[in-house]
C-alpha cells in the first residue's frame, strides 16, 4: 500500500540550472514562432537573460509535412550574460517527421525530444524522406524522447467547446508550450494575457488555446513523464526598465527617436522585401508621431521618394535587402552627386540573386562599399546586437544630417528577426541631434562648404531667395551649376571623398575587449559580435591572450585600427561571407589577416569559433606585437 512519503518521493524533483536552450520546430502553420515567441517572453518577464533565432523556411506555402517547409524557433535563456541563442540545444519539440529530420542533429546527447507521435504515420515519414519510424528504430537512443500524443490530446482537451477538428488541431502548438512552462517552471500567465488581447473579437479561440495550454501543463504533473523539471534564476541584469526587443523594431523605433531629436518628419520609402519588411511594418504604427511612410512600386521608387523627401527636410530613409540594394545602386550615386541626407538600411540575407530570403549572411559589405558607378564614397555602419540596432539608427541619422551624406546601414536577418532584453534608455542618455535650415539669402551657395564637415548648406525647397539646381550632373563647386570642366570634377570628386573622410573626426578609437595586446586579436563586425564575444571569453578564462575589434564605423574605420592590430601576433576575422572585412584589411593595412568563413545561411556558433581560435594558435609563432610580420 502507498504511503504518504511514497508520494512525496515520486514528485518530481526540481534542479536549479544556469541556462537552457529551448527549440520549437514544426511546420510554418504549426505555430512554431507564436510558441517561441510567447516562451521567450515568458522567461524575459521573469527576468532572465536571454538571445532568440527564428528560422523561417523560405517557401512561402511548402506542402506540410515535407523538408522545406520547417519553421524554428530557439532561445537561449540564462541567470547569467547570454550572447548567442546558443549552439546545442537542451529541449527540442518537434512537430513532425520532417521538423525531427532537420534539427535533430542540433539536440545534445541525452537531451530532452517531446514528439508530436501523431503526425508519424506512414505517409508523414514518406513525405519526410524517412524510410523508418524514428520512434521505433532506436535512431533516438542517445536523447530521452517524449512520444506525446499532441494532437488527440488536445482535442480532448477542447472537446466541450464544439469547435471544428481543424480548429483545434491548430491549438497543439500551445499544449506543448503548456508542457515547456511546467520544465522550466513558468507561470502562464503572460500568455493568458496576450491570448486575451489576441482573440479578443474571437473570446471562443483564446479560451482554447489557453485550455490547451493547461493541458499540457497538467500533463506533465498527471503523467509524471519528466523525473526533473528546471529553474534558472533571474539574471542580474543592470537597473532599468526592459524590453523584448528584435533588431528590425529596434531600426525603426531609433529612427522615431532620431527624428524626433532633430526635430524633422521622418519619411520611409520601402519595398516589401525578405527581411526588411518588418521596419516598414513597424513604422507604419508611429502615424502619432508624424511618421510618414510610403509603401513604393519598386525599389527604384523607394529610395528616389527618399531623395526627394530628404529635399524638402525631412530625415528619409529607406529599407531592403541584397537584391534592393542592386537596383537602389543608381539613385545612390544620385544622393552622393546632390549631397542630401537619406540612410539606406540593408538587412542582409543569403544571396545572389534571391538565394536564400529567409537566412542570414553578412555578404553585403563590397557592396555597400563600392557597388556604385565611378567614385561614390558612402559613410557605412553596422550594428552588432538587436539592441544595437536602435543606436545605430541614431548614429546614422546624425551622421547624415550632420555631414550631408546618404548613409547605410547594415543588419542582417539574425539580428533583424532575432531578439534580446533591451534596457529602455533615459531620455538623458539620448543624444541631440541639431539641424541648421539655411534661410538667408545673402551669401547664399548651394555647395559652399562647411570647414569642418565639408557639408554643404540645406535649403528648403520654397525658402524665397534659395532656388538652385539639384540632379545628377556634376555641379561646379561652390555654384552647384552644371559643370563638365574636368579639373572642377576632379576637385568635386576628391571633395566628395574628402568628406566621407571628415567623418572620421568622429569615429572613436576602438579599444579591444580582453587583452590589450597578446597571441590573436579578432577583429569582427556586424551579427557575428555575440558568438566571438562569447568564444573570446571562454578562450580567455582558458588561458589565451585574445583580444576582440567589433566594428560599428566600416567606412571610415576608426583611425588608430591599424595601429592596434599590430599589437597582436596575428588577426582572425570571422565573417559570414568569404572574406570581404579582411580582404579590406590587408589592402588598407597590409596585414596579414586570416578569414574564418561561413556562408549557410546559419550564425556563426561559439564552438565553430573556439574551435578556429585553437586551431590558429596551435600553428606558428605567436608572441606580442607586429602581427607576426
Request: overall charge neutral; charged content about 20%.
Amino acid at each position: 500500500m502507498a504511503t504518504i512519503t511514497d508520494a512525496v518521493e515520486s514528485k518530481p524533483k526540481r534542479q536549479v540550472i544556469e541556462r537552457a536552450v529551448v527549440r520549437f520546430c514544426g511546420d510554418s502553420g504549426d505555430g512554431m514562432q507564436i510558441s517561441g515567441s510567447q516562451f521567450t517572453n515568458t522567461v524575459a518577464l521573469y527576468g532572465n537573460d536571454l538571445a532568440t533565432f527564428p528560422d523561417y523556411p523560405a517557401e512561402i506555402r511548402a506542402p506540410a509535412g515535407t523538408l522545406p517547409g520547417v519553421s524554428g524557433f530557439q532561445v537561449q535563456f540564462s541567470s547569467s550574460d547570454v550572447y548567442t541563442p546558443g549552439d546545442a540545444v537542451d529541449v527540442l519539440v518537434a512537430m513532425n517527421p520532417a521538423a525531427l529530420k532537420m534539427n535533430i542533429k542540433d539536440l545534445k546527447k541525452n537531451g530532452i525530444l517531446i514528439v508530436n507521435s501523431d503526425s508519424f504515420a506512414d505517409n508523414d515519414l514518406r513525405k519526410a524522406h524517412q524510410a523508418t519510424n524514428p520512434l521505433e528504430d532506436h535512431s533516438l537512443d542517445a536523447y530521452r524522447v517524449f512520444p506525446v500524443q499532441l494532437e488527440r490530446l488536445t482535442q480532448a482537451a477542447l472537446e466541450e467547446l464544439g469547435l471544428d477538428a481543424k480548429t483545434m488541431n491548430r491549438c497543439k502548438n500551445f499544449f506543448a508550450l503548456g508542457m515547456c512552462y511546467w520544465l522550466y517552471n513558468r507561470p502562464m500567465d503572460h500568455t493568458y494575457r496576450w491570448l486575451d488581447d489576441k482573440f479578443k473579437s474571437k473570446p471562443l479561440l483564446a479560451e482554447a488555446n489557453k485550455r490547451a495550454m493547461k493541458a499540457g501543463y497538467s500533463y506533465c504533473e498527471a503523467t509524471e513523464a519528466f523525473q526533473v523539471s528546471y529553474e534558472i534564476p533571474p539574471a542580474k541584469l543592470a537597473p532599468g526598465l526592459y524590453r523584448n526587443l528584435s533588431g528590425n523594431q529596434a531600426l525603426a523605433m531609433g529612427f522615431v527617436v532620431a527624428a524626433r531629436q532633430a526635430g524633422l518628419q521622418l519619411f520611409l520609402g520601402s519595398y516589401p522585401i525578405t527581411p526588411a519588411s518588418d521596419i516598414l511594418h513597424e513604422l507604419s504604427g508611429y502615424k502619432n508621431f508624424g511618421v510618414l511612410t510610403f509603401q513604393a512600386e519598386d525599389e527604384i521608387a523607394a529610395i528616389t521618394s527618399a531623395i526627394g523627401a530628404a529635399y524638402s527636410g525631412a530625415l528619409a530613409m529607406t529599407t531592403t535587402s541584397g537584391p534592393g540594394m542592386a537596383l537602389k545602386t543608381e539613385a545612390m550615386g544620385l544622393a552622393v552627386a546632390v549631397e542630401l541626407p537619406i540612410v539606406v538600411c540593408d538587412i542582409q540575407r543569403g544571396g545572389p540573386s534571391t538565394g536564400l530570403p529567409t537566412k542570414t549572411e553578412q555578404a553585403d559589405l563590397l557592396q555597400a562599399m563600392y557597388g556604385r558607378n565611378s567614385e561614390a564614397p558612402i559613410p557605412i555602419l553596422a550594428a552588432s546586437t538587436p539592441g544595437d540596432c536602435f543606436w545605430v539608427a541614431l548614429e546614422a541619422s546624425r551622421i547624415a544630417l550632420k555631414y550631408m551624406v546618404p548613409v547605410i546601414v547594415l543588419s542582417d536577418g539574425y539580428l533583424a528577426n532575432g531578439a534580446e532584453p533591451w534596457r529602455i534608455p533615459q531620455l538623458s542618455e539620448i543624444p541631440q541631434i541639431p539641424v541648421h535650415f539655411v534661410t538667408d539669402p545673402q551669401g547664399f551657395l548651394p555647395y559652399k562648404r562647411d570647414p569642418q564637415t565639408l557639408a554643404r548648406p540645406w535649403a528648403i525647397p520654397g525658402t524665397p531667395g534659395l532656388e538652385h539646381r539639384i540632379g545628377g550632373l556634376e555641379k561646379q563647386d561652390v555654384t552647384g551649376n552644371v559643370n563638365y570642366e574636368p579639373l572642377n570634377h576632379e576637385k568635386m570628386v576628391r571633395l566628395r571623398a574628402a568628406k566621407v573622410e571628415a567623418i572620421g573626426q568622429d569615429v572613436p578609437d576602438v579599444v579591444p575587449s580582453g587583452d590589450p595586446e597578446g597571441d590573436l586579436l579578432i577583429v569582427g563586425w556586424g551579427s557575428t559580435y555575440g558568438s566571438i564575444t562569447a568564444a573570446v571569453k571562454t578562450q580567455r578564462a582558458a588561458g589565451r591572450r585574445i583580444g576582440h575589434v567589433h566594428l560599428r564605423y566600416l567606412n571610415p574605420l576608426p583611425r588608430n585600427l591599424g595601429q592596434v592590430m599590430e599589437r597582436y601576433a596575428k588577426v582572425l576575422v570571422p565573417e559570414m561571407n568569404m572574406g570581404q572585412l579582411s580582404m579590406i584589411l590587408r589592402a588598407k593595412y597590409l596585414v596579414d589577416a586570416e578569414g574564418y568563413n561561413k556562408i549557410q545561411g546559419q550564425p556563426f556558433k561559439q564552438a565553430e569559433l573556439e574551435a578556429k581560435i585553437e586551431e590558429v594558435l596551435s600553428y606558428g609563432a605567436v608572441g606580442t606585437g607586429k602581427n607576426g610580420r
